[in-house]
């Protein structure tokens, strides 16, 4: 569970001191972790993916902790490097764009006989339609949809407009109910 | 079917007690390892400072061929003064009976016969 007592300035100061620099992490790991497993999880689907990729990130965060110079959140420096970690796991896994080949209802298909996932065939095929928007829709999809994030904490993580993200949100809805729609 | 409908279904299960794991294995996999800084400041010589060096033994060594190829001529050059030294010249005159042809053949040191 993330500490309650968190205290965001703090952190950053004693981040930047090598004695205090291990514990504060730590406490980082703790706050953070959850969150970012979860926007990890959403882009990827698979428990054993995100869980690598969510290590990759605290692990990256730790070994650039010096270039981190607090000008922007902690939360916004470790979406970025999970953002950056699930798009490269994305291309080199070749599955970051579901091709028009992909013969409808396979994600969902695939998804069902996770064991991580325990949802019905609409839920399954839902997943789908995400999984089938482009790679920076499906983020803002998902930052919007799932983490309820609001668009200016979106747009400075993202380095987007907030205007060109609620463009992108409603597209994405249009796309997914489209896609449901034909699935009726 | 509509978006909103799927919106408080939480579909995508984790295995038991997995985040109070993720945070030991996280932190024992980050804070045991060195940040990027660490090993910067332990680097003696770098490529710059081996391509600088280089440079410099290069210089160094181009600079001191063209000293001794200098220096060469420099000894012939003291030679051929020692040849013609006015002391050396008097003294013959004085001391030496010779005529002007043998003197003149000594100046240009060409052959008397």
């Given at each position: 569970?993330?500490?309650?007592?968190?205290?965001?300035?703090?952190?950053?100061?004693?981040?930047?001191?090598?004695?205090?620099?291990?514990?504060?992490?730590?406490?980082?790991?703790?706050?953070?972790?959850?969150?970012?497993?979860?926007?990890?999880?959403?882009?990827?689907?698979?428990?054993?993916?995100?869980?690598?990729?969510?290590?990759?990130?605290?692990?990256?965060?730790?070994?650039?902790?010096?270039?981190?110079?607090?000008?922007?959140?902690?939360?916004?420096?470790?979406?970025?490097?999970?953002?950056?970690?699930?798009?490269?796991?994305?291309?080199?896994?070749?599955?970051?764009?579901?091709?028009?080949?992909?013969?409808?209802?396979?994600?969902?298909?695939?998804?069902?006989s996770d064991v991580h996932f325990n949802g019905d065939r609409a839920d399954a095929l839902f997943?789908?339609?995400?999984?089938?928007?482009?790679?920076?829709?499906?983020?803002?999809?998902?930052?919007k949809y799932f983490e309820e994030m609001k668009y200016e904490e979106i747009s400075e993580i993202?380095?987007?407009?907030?205007?060109?993200?609620?463009?992108?949100?409603?597209?994405?809805?249009?796309?997914?109910?489209?896609?449901?729609?034909?699935?009726? | 079917?509509?978006?909103?409908?799927?919106?408080?279904?939480?579909?995508?299960?984790?295995?038991?007690?997995?985040?109070?794991?993720?945070?030991?294995?996280?932190?024992?996999?980050?804070?045991?390892?060195?940040?990027?800084?660490?090993?910067?400041?332990?680097?003696?010589?770098?490529?710059?400072?081996?391509?600088?060096?280089?440079?410099?033994?290069?210089?160094?060594?181009?600079?001191?061929?063209?000293?001794?190829?200098?220096?060469?001529?420099?000894?012939?050059?003291?030679?051929?003064?020692?040849?013609?030294?006015?002391?050396?010249?008097?003294?013959?005159?004085?001391?030496?009976?010779?005529?002007?042809?043998?003197?003149?053949?000594?100046?240009?040191?060409?052959?008397?016969?």
């Open positions: 569970m993330a500490e309650s007592n968190y205290n965001e300035k703090m952190i950053t100061m004693q981040l930047k001191d090598e004695n205090l620099r291990s514990a504060a992490f730590s406490i980082v790991v703790k706050q953070y972790s959850q969150k970012i497993y979860w926007h990890i999880r959403h882009m990827v689907l698979s428990h054993e993916d995100a869980d690598d990729i969510v290590q990759d990130t605290f692990v990256k965060a730790w070994a650039n902790i010096d270039k981190f110079r607090g000008d922007s959140l902690i939360s916004t420096w470790l979406y970025r490097i999970a953002i950056n970690e699930t798009l490269n796991f994305l291309s080199k896994n070749r599955i970051s764009t579901v091709s028009i080949e992909t013969s409808e209802g396979a994600i969902a298909k695939q998804l069902e997943r789908e339609a995400i999984q089938r928007l482009p790679e920076k829709q499906r983020l803002v999809f998902n930052m993202l380095d987007t407009s907030v205007g060109a993200l609620k463009a992108s949100y409603h597209i994405a809805v249009k796309k997914i109910e489209d896609f449901l729609s034909n699935k009726d | 079917m509509k978006i909103e409908d799927f919106k408080n279904k939480n579909t995508l299960n984790i295995p038991e007690d997995y985040f109070e794991t993720l945070h030991s294995k996280i932190v024992s996999k980050s804070c045991n390892s060195k940040t990027t800084a660490t090993p910067k400041r332990k680097r003696v010589l770098g490529w710059k400072s081996i391509g600088y060096a280089a440079s410099i033994a290069i210089v160094v060594f181009i600079g001191g061929f063209i000293y001794n190829s200098n220096s060469g001529n420099s000894h012939e050059i003291v030679a051929n003064e020692e040849f013609y030294d006015k002391d050396y010249i008097e003294n013959m005159l004085n001391n030496y009976p010779i005529d002007d042809y043998t003197f003149y053949c000594y100046l240009t040191n060409t052959n008397m016969n």
